[in-house]
Each structure stands twice: as C-alpha cells, then as structure tokens.
C-alpha cells in the first residue's frame, strides 16, 4: 500500500507541473469492464487498480480538461453492444468519481462499438478546434468479431483534431498488437503496462500526453488555376482482350473479361497492393509523362463485399509503392465509402485518407464535418452502378496526392463533390503504374464487381 500511494504521489506531482501549460482539452475515458478484469496483478484485482488510479487522476487532470467516461461489458456476459456512457464530457469530477466507483466487470469485449460510440461523441463536441483525446484502457482483446484496428482511423478522418491513446493491461502477445494497432492508426501512442506500477506511470503518460495539442496536418497545396493539361495515353478497353499496353501480374482468367467497350473485374478474395497472392495486378508498360502529371481510373461496380477495394497507383512489390485507392467499407456501425493514399517504402507504411461518403445506420452522426452529411447505404451503392466514379493519382514536382469524384454528384452550391488527400513526397517513382481490385479486411465477405471504363493518363504543365 505504501508503494501505492507513492507512486500516486509522483503521478499526481506530474500531473500538476503540466496544469500551467495546458490547453482547453476534451478527453474522453474508455474504461474495460469485461470479466478478464477481475484477473490478479500484485494480489489486487486488475480492476481495482484501474479504478483506484483513474480516481485519482480525477484531482489532477487540469481544470481546463473537459472529462468524459465510457466503460463496456458491465451489463451482460453475453452482449456485443454492452457500451455505457457513464458521464458526458465536462461532468463534474466528484460525480466521474462515482461512476467509477460503481464498475463491476462482467461480460464481452466489444472494443469496435466503444471505439465508435467515442470517435462519434469527440467528433460532435463543440468547440471543434480544440484537441480531442480518447484514452482506451482494456486487458483483451475484442471479443465481439469487430475490427477496432480499422475503426480507429475515423479519428483522423473526423474533421477534428483527434488521437486515440491506448494502455494495456497486462496484455499477451496478440492482444498487444492489436492495441498498438489501434493506437497507431487512431494517431495515438501505446502504453504497455505489466504491473501496478507500470500501469499508473503508464496512464500518467497517456493523459499528458492526451493535453498535449497537436497540429493537424496542412492542407495540400491548392492547385492553380489554368494548368495545361494534354492527353498522354488512354485506354478505354474498346477490344477483345486486354491490350500490349498492360501486363497482369498473378493473372486469373476467369476473373476478368474484356467487352462492350470495358473491362469488367470480379473478385471474392483479398487483392491488395499488399498481398503476395493478389491476382490480376494490372501493370502499364509504357512511358509515364516527364514532369507532373494525373493518372485517372473510372469506374462503376457493384459493391456487394463487406469490403471494397480499387488500388490505382506506382507499384513496384508488396513493401514498396504509391497508392490511391477507392474504399466503400460496410463495417462497424459507420459505413462508408473513401479515398485514400499509402506510401509504403521498405515496408514501412504511412496513410492519409478522406470520407467521401457515409451511412450511419444506429449510432448517430459518425461524420459530423462530412459535406454531404449521412446518406442511405443503398442510395450510395445503387450510385456506384451507374455512376461513373474517378479515382485520381496526381503527381506535382515530388509530391503525390489522391482524389475521388463521382460524376454528377454536388455540393449544395452545385459544384462538384470531390475530395482529396493530403501529400506525400518520394524523391523517386517508386514502381509502374498498376491497378488491382478485391475484398479487403479479414472477416470481409461478399464479391466484388467492378467495370472499368478506362484509364487515362494526362501530362500537365502548371
């Protein structure tokens, strides 16, 4: 007990030299309810450190920190959606304070739900310009078929300033990473804590660094009006099979076909830039343009996996390449569609990406800073079979961005919708410009059914 209220001491003590830098903060705390937590570390239930050590943290958090509270499986041994707010953000401490004296751990591990439920809670929380962090704290891993890892990158397409901390507790392996896992696509930091001690010097660092504001990324630069642009190469796929103008890597015959003036593409496993087995990558053989230049893939399909994905950029082999890709994503509670750009360089891996489109079927506004706000999924997929939607890499000097539009779609003021990724730079063209479809996610069900038009490469002089 002595060591205990020692280490509170110093946690405190850090706690409050950082108070006079503080920014007006919101932080929202997911606390693991599930049965594991009874589990034993130092002869005291991990839970009751938990709470003993966010109770704490109660009295230092600064003031200028908006304080929520979440917790699951406290309900229900069996439930999936056992997700409890327990306090709103600005509740007043002493009354968080009782909600988590009240925790009795019970049932699942529905960390996607949670994840979702506080994405959408910070996201919609006024002011919007101030940092927002989601502090997970969990001793598993999800145990409802979700997929947290996924789910945490909204945060960085929310239209807020938001980072998602995680700290295990007392974690295996497997559990471990995917926590990392969250953490590092929801623009947070892991903490991975074996002991009692390790876990208050670890939720220490979590909540500072949670008041610690952080920059978002610029914007890409805006391009300038009146480039020249010339046509360098198009294919609209007007012949029987696919031209000398392209090779497939891994190819699978009965799996594509070239007719009435398109090529038309099926899949019903994964085929990303990323998989060693991916069939049907399309390369182009000739010549990209000297200078900047935008390479343009247009589609339409019907998008009946659980997970849809068009890969369209320079690709050289699974651990080296630069990517736009079309996403429309039917998982979670926040459906869907997107466009993103992956820079992966040795295998090391970096992604930005933004919403295009969602549906939000039973957890409310998922995309509060989305122009076009929540449509029917069903609207969204019936426009994607007969709407022709253009998929973009442009390259400016060394910089690379990604953009997506669909023909016909506006804003409210009638000009077209379209988004478009921050950059990337890369000093060389790191492979040849490919193309390959396919379900992605590891519990992705459903085929894929895509029909390009053509791709179009065009030189541009700004």
């Given at each position: 007990m002595?060591?205990?209220e020692t280490t509170l001491a110093t946690l405190s003590a850090g706690l409050i030299a950082t108070?006079?830098?503080?920014?007006?903060?919101?932080?929202?705390?997911?606390?693991?309810?599930?049965?594991?937590?009874?589990?034993?570390?130092?002869?005291?239930?991990?839970?009751?450190?938990?709470?003993?050590?966010?109770?704490?943290?109660?009295?230092?958090?600064?003031?200028?920190?908006?304080?929520?509270?979440?917790?699951?499986g406290t309900t229900s041994k069996e439930s999936c959606t056992d997700v409890q707010v327990l306090n709103a953000l600005g509740t007043d401490r002493a009354?968080?304070?009782?909600?988590?004296?009240?925790?009795?751990?019970?049932?699942?591990?529905?960390?996607?739900?949670?994840?979702?439920?506080?994405?959408?809670?910070?996201?919609g929380a006024e002011p919007a310009d101030i940092q927002k962090s989601l502090v997970l704290v969990s001793d598993g891993i999800e145990t409802c078929d979700g997929d947290p890892c996924t789910i945490a990158g909204l945060a960085k397409s929310s239209g807020v300033n938001m980072n998602i901390h995680v700290v295990g507790f007392d974690v295996d392996a497997e559990t471990r990473a995917q926590l990392e896992c969250i953490a590092e696509n929801g623009g947070g930091q892991y903490f991975d804590a074996a002991d009692t001690s390790g876990f208050q010097s670890a939720m220490q660092e979590a909540v500072i660094?949670?008041?610690?504001?952080?920059?978002?990324?610029?914007?890409?630069?805006?391009?300038?009006?009146?480039?020249?642009?010339?046509?360098?190469?198009?294919?609209?796929?007007?012949?029987?099979?696919?031209?000398?103008?392209?090779?497939?890597?891994?190819?699978?015959?009965?799996?594509?076909?070239?007719?009435?003036?398109?090529?038309?593409?099926l899949s019903t496993s994964p085929n990303?830039?990323?998989?060693?087995?991916?069939?049907?990558?399309?390369?182009y053989t000739g010549d990209m343009p000297d200078g900047d230049w935008d390479a343009k893939v247009t589609f339409t399909g019907e998008l009946t996996a659980s997970g849809n994905v068009l890969h369209f950029g320079l690709w050289k082999d699974t651990d080296n390449f630069?990517?736009?890709?079309?996403?429309?994503?039917?998982?979670?509670?926040?459906?869907?569609?997107?466009?993103?750009?992956?820079?992966?360089?040795?295998?090391?891996?970096?992604?930005?990406?933004?919403?295009?489109?969602?549906?939000?079927?039973?957890?409310?506004?998922?995309?509060?800073?989305?122009?076009?706000?929540?449509?029917?999924?069903s609207t969204i997929l019936g426009d994607h079979e007969t709407l022709p939607t253009t998929l973009t890499l442009s390259k400016r000097g060394r910089s690379y961005t990604a953009s997506l539009e669909m023909e016909g779609l506006t804003l409210e003021d009638g000009t077209p919708f379209k988004v478009i990724t921050d950059q990337f730079t890369a000093l060389r063209a790191p492979g040849e410009l490919t193309f390959g479809m396919g379900r992605y996610g590891n519990n992705a069900t459903g085929e894929m059914l895509l029909l390009v038009d053509s791709v179009v490469i065009n030189a541009v002089e700004e």
């Open positions: 002595k060591l205990f108070s006079s830098l503080a920014a007006p903060t919101d932080i929202l705390f997911i606390l693991d309810g599930s049965g594991s937590m009874w589990g034993q570390i130092d002869g005291e239930a991990k839970i009751s450190t938990a709470k003993s050590t966010l109770t704490q943290l109660m009295d230092d958090v600064p003031t200028q920190a908006r304080v929520g509270l979440m917790t699951y009354a968080i304070k009782a909600s988590i004296s009240g925790i009795t751990p019970l049932g699942k591990t529905p960390i996607q739900t949670a994840l979702m439920q506080g994405i959408t809670m910070l996201s660094l949670a008041q610690a504001t952080v920059e978002p990324e610029p914007a890409p630069e805006p391009v300038p009006e009146g480039p020249v642009i010339n046509e360098f190469f198009r294919d609209d796929f007007d012949g029987e099979d696919i031209s000398d103008s392209w090779i497939l890597t891994n190819p699978d015959p009965e799996s594509y076909v070239v007719e009435d003036g398109a090529l038309l593409m990303r830039f990323t998989e060693e087995s991916g069939t049907n990558l399309i390369t630069m990517a736009s890709s079309f996403y429309a994503n039917k998982a979670g509670s926040c459906w869907s569609t997107s466009a993103s750009l992956t820079k992966t360089s040795k295998g090391e891996k970096e992604e930005v990406s933004r919403i295009y489109r969602a549906h939000v079927p039973s957890l409310g506004n998922c995309y509060t800073k989305l122009p076009k706000g929540p449509e029917d999924w």
